[in-house]
């Protein structure tokens, strides 16, 4: 009695917010661990990029809180890094200078070298090491996305947020960068939140499964996915049980956004 | 006495078939000179044939000596007053177009209460205003400057508030994301996103600043190379008068490749257009 526990990496509490009349997520609450690695699954349009902005301090709730490791979320303190879908890479800076960027903000305390190097050793860890002193307009999709890993590896985050990594990639390039961010998040050992479309990429990545409803969301399914190793013989079963489960729920909330849309024309 | 037979030799190969020579390879250097070489000639062997009333237009021999005439009498002091109020003009036109343009561009009512205005004063031929401007500046170079300034100013805030609006949101987001202040994410995210738009307003800015000292000497003024070229028109001194128009020409161009060695230095992230 009485010994006092860390705070949940995230805890989001009665949550709502609308963008002018059009409510988009509705009194949603839930909690995630440290150590987690949590997806949020839902219908496209359905609030996942708000909700991790919210995460991130980039936007606020109407009402209701998001603690983050028990504070309210500011942009410029914690320890958190975000990757995003359309990689967000500053085309006038070189892939190098790219990686630092989190770090020029994030530790001020280092000189220009410290931070280089420091960089550097993110860019050799996605293989990207030659390509330092390129601009992002001379890599390829898969590559600029590592460039966009590295720079949210390099701040060594507690929290990594990532909004869709892989959306934008060929399912080749999806398919070995899914492989390098799994080995990166067991080797650093983060909370991590990935927003995904993809039920696929959430079984093989996450620890735990949030489904979200079709606007106004809600949460309509919380999985707490524990699979097997995967040359166990009950490994198949046990991810198909996962997927129906999780499928079934996902199919009605896209059928009722496509519904939505068609009625909207 | 062998037994086989010897091959002829292979013919070599044909010349036409190789690499082409240097007058084909530097053909994009010496034909222009050809061209413009081809059009004096033919263009001076016109005037000396009579071809047209020396009054009304001059020969290539006598536009070098109205250059030379200039070179040696009042071009340099009418170049300076010149450069003068061009400089002058565009550094109001820059210094307070550059700001207002980003206020515009980032302050959403600011832009809605404008930006209607300042497109009608864009499309409105402001030289107009010259005889104006000569009342409230007096005919030296304070009217110049005052021209050179409104005509300089409206492409520069009209490119800066397009560069900054244009500015993708997603990389303000991630600078923020990652903790860029509100100075941090003006000087790593908004400055450069507008430099390529900063060298369109440089670049038009130019444009127009020309035009507005040249007409605003041409109207009122008792020096500057735009009185200079007015006088030799109306004195009929053609040749001279011509000499003139071609400083003009040959200034604009140093100056626009000034300007495209700048926007090369200062862009080199952005693809070129041979990429
Ligand atoms: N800045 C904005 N202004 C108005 N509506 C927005 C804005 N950003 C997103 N939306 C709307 O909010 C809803 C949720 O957006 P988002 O969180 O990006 O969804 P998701 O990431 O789940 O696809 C969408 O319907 C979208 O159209
Ligand atoms: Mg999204």
Redesign the pocket.
Known sequence: MGRATTPPAIEVSDVTFS??E?T?IDRVSFQVEEGEFLSLI????????????MMDGVLEPDSGTVLVEGRTPNTGEGSRATVFQGFALMPWKTVLDNVALGLRYKRPDLSRTERADIAMEYLEKVGLASSARRYPRHLSGGMQQRVGLARAFAVQPRLLLM??PFGALDAQNAEVLRDEVQALVEQEGRSVIL?THNLDEALQLSSRVLL?SA?PSTIRDDVSVELPSRDSPHYAARYDEYRTRLWSHLRDEVETTRARERNAV | MTTTERLPPLAPPRRTAGRPGWWQRRRGLWAPVVTVAVILTIWEALGRAGAWDPLFFARPTEIWSGFLHLTDGPLWSDLAVSGQEFALGMLIALGVGVPVGMALGSIRWLYQSFDPIINALYSTPILVLTPLLVVWFGLGIGSKIANVAIMAIFPVIINMIEGVRTTDPALLRAARSFGAGRLALYKDVTFPAVTPFFITAVRLAIGKGMIAVVVGEYIAATEGIGYRIRADAEAFNTGRYLAGVMIMVVISVLIMSAVKMAEKRLTAWRPSISE
């Not at chain 1, 839902?42 to 902005?53: D, H, M, Q, R, Y």
């Open positions: 963008y002018g059009t988009i839902g219908p496209s349009g359905c609030g996942k990029s708000t909700l991790l902005a909004d869709e927003v979200m606007g």
